[in-house]
């Protein structure tokens, strides 16, 4: 397989583009590929190219584009992940998981249990850390579209924008099974594939009450089996058995 | 919640038994819970029994069980997972998911791509270990059940095992696209719920074509979606696929 490389420039078949210094750096000093090498250039935006490595040094790379390559499939239902933030580097293997499995978008949410505040996320940088991870994972799974990280919320505003629409619903909040009376499992809601949706997953500690209280007006909760999945786990498995209901898979 | 504790000689109520060292240790040293403390205890066979700690010092605890509990169901179809044996900690992993998720066996597998041969598993008690890690999530998801690791053996035994049905089959061995012309996604299997199966998941390196000649016979062959998943997710995806199109989820 061709070495592939996040060019956000590629547009056309025939231009000359600079790979961003990131790629650069991977494709001179991690390969060791020199100009005239073939690679692979997508544009994170579903475009994909062969190309031809041109001047390549000290982290300044050029590529020439070749012709338009047929981009891996992506899922038919356009799934927004709203992913309250996990612990240590739990929530990069999500984002990592997440653009693996095809998702549209990411939305980190701060929640009642979640340990870090909005305002620690933004002195972190912990956004473009994801964005990053985001690039490198959709470089691993052969992914041409690089989704969106979205700005981080509370979790009053995330369901504040699923009840008005502005993120895709209805949603569906995976839920404990202890955690509410009204969920269903997923063989119970049967769910028919929804042109987009917005997936909503808890906290280490959980949902409180409040929130389950607050989403049961804009979004469906469900649960998954009868044994605790881990927090870290959950999106994976969520995705994975949405795709398959789904006939993705 | 209460603290469950794995306690194998657990059988009936009134019984009076010893907690394994491990698990003594867990109780004594990093919950420091002392004589009368109310645990939980399961047996790994399915049953599961309130508890109260009697003696407990120097890693030696006995525990006097009460009322039999009802244990977290176990999903209707008992799936043995034949996982490839993968790099680094990606094993433990995969036996720590695939307990969650709900498996009745792991078989792991030793393949032309796979790393590690069977001596070097033996030699670094890499079995033990993972008897351990399936422990130690069975009391994280709440399973009574401890699924059994079984004997690693090389690709071509489990092929025939699963010929002759000494394995549970036919067999799903999952493949990249790419991998198989007689493959078939999920969606076009239609799988019905079996009362057992064998999964079968590749190493990093994938299958090589003399496996995937020698398993067609034994098993059917399936992808799930177009875009490549990493192998130490791929039990996990695949087993929440499979429990959503069995309608366990």
């Known amino acids: ?62 590529v020439r584009l070749g012709a338009a390559r047929t981009a891996a499939p992506e899922p038919r239902v356009a799934v927004t992940l709203a992913q309250a ?44 850390r994801w964005e990053r991870i985001a690039i490198s994972s959709a470089k691993q799974c052969g992914r041409a579209t690089v989704p969106p990280i979205l700005e981080p919320r509370v ?19 995976f839920v404990e099974p202890s955690a509410a009376n009204g969920a269903q499992t997923l063989a119970e809601l049967g769910v028919a594939p929804p042109r987009e949706t917005t997936v909503v997953i808890g906290p280490e500690g959980g949902w409180d009450a409040d929130e389950i209280d607050r989403a049961a007006a804009a979004c469906r909760l469900v649960t998954l089996g009868g044994r605790t999945l881990r927090a870290d786990a959950m999106a994976l498995v969520a995705l994975a058995a949405l795709y398959a209901v789904w006939r993705e898979f």
Not at 35 to 55: I, K, L, S, T, Y
């Open 155 to 173: 979790f009053a505003d995330v369901a504040a924008a699923l009840a008005h629409l502005s993120l895709p619903g209805p949603g569906l909040m």
């Open 85 to 128: 933030v996990l612990k240590g580097d739990h929530m990069d293997e999500v984002v990592r998981d997440a653009v693996m499995m095809g998702v549209a978008a990411i939305q980190p949410i701060v929640t009642t249990r979640t340990e870090a505040s909005l305002a620690a996320l933004e002195r972190g940088r912990r956004r473009e």
């Open 1 to 62: 397989m061709l070495p592939r490389f996040y060019g956000p420039d590629a547009e056309r078949p025939g231009d000359i583009i600079q790979l961003p210094e990131e790629e650069a750096g991977h494709l001179t000093r991690v390969l060791r590929l020199k100009a005239g090498a073939p690679v692979c250039v997508f544009n994170g935006r579903g475009g994909e190219f062969d190309a031809v490595v041109g001047a390549a040094a000290k982290g300044r790379v050029r």
